[in-house]
Nanobody, 119 residues
Framework: QVQLVESGGGLVQAGGSLRLSCAVA????????MAWFRQAPGKEREFVTS????????YYAESVKGRFTTSSDNAKNTMYLQMNSLKPEDTAVYYC????????????WGQGTQVTVSS
């Protein structure tokens, strides 16, 4: 069993910053990539960014490139999302997810943390 716990969401004005954390507990012997997804009201869940656990390689959705940075502390089994220059359209529930192997999908999810950006 693996548990993912997000923290760090909140309310911020447009142009502000927030830092999200995702701590992984339980069986962490197999971690391939971790990712952040988000879901805004009335919209489908969308990919935001991912990080390869071993290499640290990162990938970003076009909508957040240059504003968001994902990183990890492997010793703490924790992933971070630094969000700068936030826009109202970044308002969503942010979820972290774990993909254990190259052959698996993102099959472990956190409970989500709300990010609200006011204009």
């Amino acid at each position: 069993q693996v548990q993912l716990v997000e923290s760090g969401g909140g309310l911020v004005q447009a142009g502000g910053s927030l830092r999200l954390s995702c701590a992984v507990a339980g069986r962490t012997n197999s971690m391939y990539t971790m990712a952040w997804f988000r879901q805004a009201p009335g919209k489908e869940r969308e990919f935001v960014t991912s990080i390869h656990w071993s290499t640290g390689n990162t990938y970003y959705a076009e909508s957040v490139k240059g504003r968001f940075t994902t990183s990890s502390d492997n010793a703490k089994n924790t992933m971070y999302l630094q969000m700068n220059s936030l826009k109202p359209e970044d308002t969503a529930v942010y979820y972290c997810a774990l993909r254990r192997t190259v052959l698996s999908s993102y099959d472990s999810w956190g409970q989500g943390t709300q990010v609200t950006v006011s204009s």
